[in-house]
């Protein structure tokens, strides 16, 4: 064999070795994905990932308005339908809590769901109201996810 053949082979195995590198430098930059929460009416669900989420540490408190405020997958009901909450167990290990238009409405939940009349989110004759669901730490919070739910009665 020639060393041209040596040569060539060098560099196509050099150029693998970079192009592999490469690639897992891209990959190393990618966000993982945050844990999703679950919102059920009937047949129809909607799902996401955190709209503020900061992987095991606190959301700063003057921040956590702004999470609130952020719009969430929309999904219908009517005043007799149950609405079911389900969150991701890695949500529920630290706890989590429900906020209805940026106003806590529940007190801290473990359990990876929750189900619960649809009609009492509409009181004052509401016909759309914003659901956070927050993960909990021991006073701060962890994560955001938002949604809308419209009254479709």
């Known amino acids: 064999m020639t060393a041209a053949f040596f040569r060539g082979r060098r560099r196509r195995a050099a ?4 192009a592999v590198t490469f690639g897992l430098v891209v990959l190393s930059a990618c966000d993982k ?3 999703m929460a679950t919102l059920t009416v009937g047949s129809s669900t909607v799902q996401s990932e955190a709209s503020c ?15 609130l405020g952020k719009s969430g997958k929309t999904i219908k009901a009517t ?3 149950k609405l079911h909450i389900g969150v991701d167990p ?7 809590t429900v906020f209805v238009d940026g106003q806590p409405a529940l007190g801290k939940m473990t359990k990876t769901y929750r189900t619960l009349q649809a009609g009492g989110f ?3 004759g509401k016909d759309e109201v914003k659901i956070s669901i927050v ?10 996810w938002n949604f809308t739910l419209k009254n479709n009665s």
């Open 15 to 18: 150029a693998a070795a970079g």
């Open 33 to 35: 994905p945050t844990p």
């Open 53 to 67: 989420y900061e992987d095991g540490g606190a959301i700063d408190q003057k921040d956590l308005a702004d999470c």
């Open 79 to 81: 005043v007799d339908d």
């Open 90 to 96: 890695k949500i529920a290990d630290h706890g989590w």
């Open 122 to 124: 509409f009181q004052g």
């Open 135 to 144: 993960e909990v730490g021991d006073r701060e919070a962890l994560g955001v």
